[in-house]
């Protein structure tokens, strides 16, 4: 096979529209070589069927441990690398099936529903704040602070807190893929696992009726979770909770934006909003370039083989722009029938917090839709400023719109 093709990071283009390189590596075979972050030498795969097939396949392992190139556990922050290792997303079944089990029924469609008098009536709160000026910057003023406070409440955080917590992630978020400042990331990281820490023991010794609570309980009684993976668990479900519903509502309000056939026929017929979410997750969903794991074994994928201990990257967001299985699929279709995409992933690790962050979305941009009039970029679409390498989203979202 020729030597690897490397993710073009510092090229302004790619960071603004990677798909046309995404594109020509799908065309190129369904597994390519690539250096991505760092210098990290990965196998992707780029082509839909495979790349569903390779979310089920247990051949392919979530344990980073399993990595014949050991640097992948050396990017990781120093204090990362024993938490990480505790969380849901980094274990196979059968632990990531008992952590799973442990959180699944709060985020079923029937209790996700009940939650949706309160997340329209948080949008509108931050919405009242700012129609008045006339322009804003929709990232941090309402797509971000938004889903934090959701997440938040569903799982007790204190509000004198959640400033705290977003700042440390931001720091983890969004730093440059191939120059990240390590020490401010092992530092916002430690100063986070310390304050979950306090958190969780401020909650057993004062029970409260949120998701923290009742994973203490479900501890204390069946001893089913232990110190580090209650941690671990409430890392997760906190970060996560919020990071990509961020990326989903300001990735899909910039499409729009930047596609005004689109934005009319959302504005003209509301009905199409559920659709159109899952088409903003296809088109320029928030996972990027796709997923990681580790072949267990020497394997077979699309017809390349694949060593053991080899990183393999399952390129959901190439995947979900391949033409073998979309129609046009570079093409931005708000009325698009919902189809199968990988935004959310596929088999046992399907994303937990889907029913959410669906209901986050279509609530938020449905929300601002229909109360900002004249919407618009305040700066040209390729100029917004984003983050990728892992997640891809906006920094900040500028517009103006009709003051009320």
Known sequence: ?????????????????????????????????????????????????????????????????????????????????????????????????????????????????????????????????????????????????????VISELLGVPLTDRDRFQEWTNVMLTQHPDRPDVAAVDRAWRQMWSYLEGLLAAKRSDPADDLLGALIIATDRDERLDQGELVAMAFLLLVAGYVTTVNLIGNGIAALLAHPGQLKLLRDDPGLLPDAVEEFLRWDGPVDPGILRIAAEDLEIGGVRVPRGATVIIATAIADRDPAEFDDADRLDVARPAGAHLGFGHGVHYCLGAPLARLEGRIAIGTVLRRLGDLALAVPYEELPRHIGGLRGLRHLPVTFTAV
Do not use: K
């Open 1 to 149: 096979m020729s030597e690897p093709i490397v993710f073009p990071y510092e090229n302004p283009h790619f960071l603004a529209d990677p798909y046309p390189f995404y594109r020509r590596l799908r065309e190129g075979g369904p597994v390519r070589r690539v250096v991505t972050v760092r210098g990290l030498e990965a196998w992707l795969v780029t082509r839909y069927e495979d790349a569903r097939e390779a979310l089920t396949d247990p051949r392919l392992s979530s344990d980073l441990r399993r990595a014949t190139d050991h640097r992948l556990l050396e990017m990781l922050p120093a204090a990362e690398r024993d938490g990480a290792m505790r969380s849901m997303i980094r274990l196979d079944p059968p632990d990531h099936t008992r952590l799973r089990r442990l959180v699944s029924q709060a985020f079923t469609v029937r209790r996700v529903a009940q939650l949706e008098p309160r997340v329209q009536e948080i949008a509108d709160r931050l919405l009242d704040a700012i129609t008045p000026a006339g322009r804003a910057d929709l990232i941090e003023e309402f797509a971000l602070p938004l889903p934090v406070t």
